[in-house]
């Protein structure tokens, strides 16, 4: 473990020790177990948390242990949980959408990417701004099946912020999606030029058809 890992682990042991009805710490303990990946520990410190105070950011990190192991039943339920403790939160129904369809509910999966959609067009109205969320909205709608609605909305999102590292992401989704394999290409690179992870777009199941694309591991794999 790296040494900073390991006082911050100390720390909020101790903490723990001296609150032990304190949920943030737990859920502070989950979360650097959880980078660390040791995800066995960072599981049991979540559902510590949530004994003392559920939260939907502890569910939702359960959600995603459960997402990375295939265990779809209990990711879904998860992320239920977390959409009730924070129903306004775009990116967990989005989460949402997406295990709903990993566990063949395809219905219920086009239910939460649109009330994805829905809250990020109501935040929108009250900041036009946000880059991010109006291509995450973007996304969504092209996870539903509407190609041309989403190309314009991520036009939309791209002339707010044209280097934001997760718009171009999104952007290069909506793209393949789209059938636009070139163009896709195009915005991961931009996308990991101006500060997204290569490691996560080496990985996003949403890119899988350009994973084994020479192209695309050229760009996160150099």
């Known amino acids: 473990m790296p040494a900073a890992s390991s006082r911050q682990c100390l720390c909020f042991k101790q903490a723990i020790t001296f609150r032990p009805e304190s949920a943030s710490a737990y859920?502070?303990?989950?979360?650097?177990y959880h980078a660390l990946g040791r995800i066995d520990e960072?599981?049991?410190?979540?559902?510590?948390?949530?004994?003392?105070?559920?939260?939907?950011?502890?569910y939702s990190n359960l959600a995603l242990i459960a997402y990375s192991q295939h265990r779809w039943s209990a990711a879904v339920v998860a992320y239920r949980r977390s959409a009730e403790l924070e129903p306004n939160e775009p990116v967990t129904w989005r989460n949402l959408g997406d295990t709903l369809a990993h566990a063949g509910n395809n219905s219920e999966a086009l239910g939460a990417y649109q009330r994805a959609v829905d809250l990020a067009v109501a935040?929108?109205?009250?900041?036009?701004?946000?880059?991010?969320?109006?291509?995450?909205?973007?996304?969504?709608?092209?996870?539903?099946?509407?190609?041309?609605?989403?190309?314009?909305?991520?036009?939309?999102?791209?002339?707010?912020?044209?280097?934001d590292g997760e718009v171009l992401y999104h952007a290069a989704v909506v793209e393949l999606l789209a059938g636009k394999r070139p163009e896709a290409l195009a915005f991961v690179r931009r996308s990991i030029d101006?500060?997204?992870?290569?490691?996560m777009i080496a990985d996003d199941e949403d890119l899988e058809p350009l994973h084994s694309d020479p192209a695309f591991n050229t760009i996160v794999k150099p």
């Open 42 to 58: 960072a599981r049991k410190y979540y559902e510590q948390a949530n004994s003392i105070e559920p939260t939907a950011f502890a």
């Open 123 to 163: 935040q929108l109205k009250v900041n036009p701004n946000r880059a991010a969320l109006k291509s995450l909205q973007a996304l969504c709608t092209a996870k539903m099946g509407h190609s041309a609605q989403a190309g314009r909305l991520i036009g939309e999102a791209l002339e707010i912020n044209k280097a």
């Open 194 to 199: 101006s500060g997204y992870s290569a490691a």
């Open 27 to 32: 859920q502070a303990l989950g979360t650097t």
